[in-house]
């Protein structure tokens, strides 16, 4: 049973471009959150989504900042027009399709974005 | 704001010896915490989890004590071996669904 897989693994881009981060869930999980990470620092909640579903979306930044989780296909992060400031881990997390009690999240091993 | 915070941003301790790790948090709405331990350019790895109608809860060589009076969390670490280190991040769910809420985080270094 894979864990939650995230793509790529590093990603480098210069100011003004777009950025795509991908996501798989775990398999028989329907929940997916986006968590941000700055060096040094705790995880801060982006988005929460269900299948063709955004649940809590939050802790997004207003602008430049997008998240889908289609029918078919990963859940994609999406920002446009990068910055410098935009340069952290992003985590992406899943849960069981049964969460009316509170479950504990699975990460996968982050996308490393660096804004050039 | 976040208001899950730690009271020590690092811990060094000596190899087999007990670490001890803490956590405060102000809502005293939620009802299910988490600790979380991620080592370098990794994802975080689930340890352990407690919810509020517990007191403790053990796993192997890790216990969660909760204090609901005093809003605080701690994580224990019995007999710490050098792959313990790592940051070490408790979490809590404030009942928004699955969404958790992470704390700062308090860097585990076993000196061997």
């Known amino acids: 049973n894979a864990g939650v897989m995230q793509n790529p693994r590093h990603l480098v881009r210069r100011r003004g471009q777009e950025a795509r981060l991908r996501c798989s869930p775990m398999?028989?999980?329907?929940?997916v959150y986006w968590y941000r990470q700055l060096p040094e620092e705790g995880l801060k909640f982006m988005v929460y989504?269900?299948?063709?579903?955004?649940?809590?979306e939050s802790g997004m930044p207003k602008e430049r900042f997008s998240a889908e989780f289609p029918k078919e296909g990963p859940s994609i992060l999406r920002i446009q027009q990068v910055v410098r400031g935009d340069s952290a881990a992003y985590f992406c997390a899943s849960s069981p399709l049964d969460s009316a009690t509170n479950e504990k999240l699975f990460f996968g091993s982050g996308t490393q974005l660096s804004v050039l | 704001g976040e208001s899950v915070g730690l009271h020590l941003p690092t811990l060094s301790v000596q190899e087999g010896d007990n670490s001890i790790i803490n956590c405060a948090y102000s809502n005293s709405a939620s009802d299910y915490f988490i600790w979380y331990k991620q080592e370098s350019g990794k994802g975080p790895q689930f340890i352990i989890d407690i919810r509020s109608n517990m007191d403790k809860r053990q796993g192997q060589r890790v216990t969660v004590l909760l204090n609901k009076t005093v809003k605080h969390l701690s994580l224990q670490i019995a007999a710490t071996q050098p792959g313990d280190s790592a940051v070490y991040f408790c979490a809590e769910n404030r009942n928004q669904g699955g969404k958790l809420i992470f704390g700062q985080g308090t860097e585990l270094s076993v000196k061997p």
């Open positions: 989504l269900q299948k063709e579903n955004i649940i809590d």
């Open positions: 398999k028989g999980h329907s929940h």
